[in-house]
């Protein structure tokens, strides 16, 4: 799939698996990135329902976790 003009590319990674299950992401946010990993794969979800994903800016650098609630998509910062 072509990459769109303003998205950036990110390496993802569930916080729980450790980094064997990264996968590289084109997508305009870190946000957007979190979530279409989470999209992508079958991955089983923490105690709480949710799953922590690290998203890692691999164009302009940076890193950021989010949250992801499983029944309802949305997306926050770890606490």
């Not at 997508?27 to 690290?54: K, T």
């Not at 940076?62 to 309802?72: A, N, P, S, V």
Request: aromatic share 6%.
């Amino acid at each position: 799939m072509p990459q769109a003009a303003n998205d950036r590319r990110f390496s993802v990674h569930a916080r729980h698996t450790g980094r064997h299950q990264t996968r590289v992401i084109s997508e305009p946010s870190f946000e957007a990135a979190a979530i279409a990993y989470v999209e992508d794969l079958a991955l089983a979800p923490e105690d709480d329902g949710e799953i922590s994903v690290i998203v890692q800016d691999l164009d302009g650098g940076g890193q950021h976790c989010f949250r992801i609630d499983l029944d309802t998509g949305k997306a926050a910062p770890c606490g």
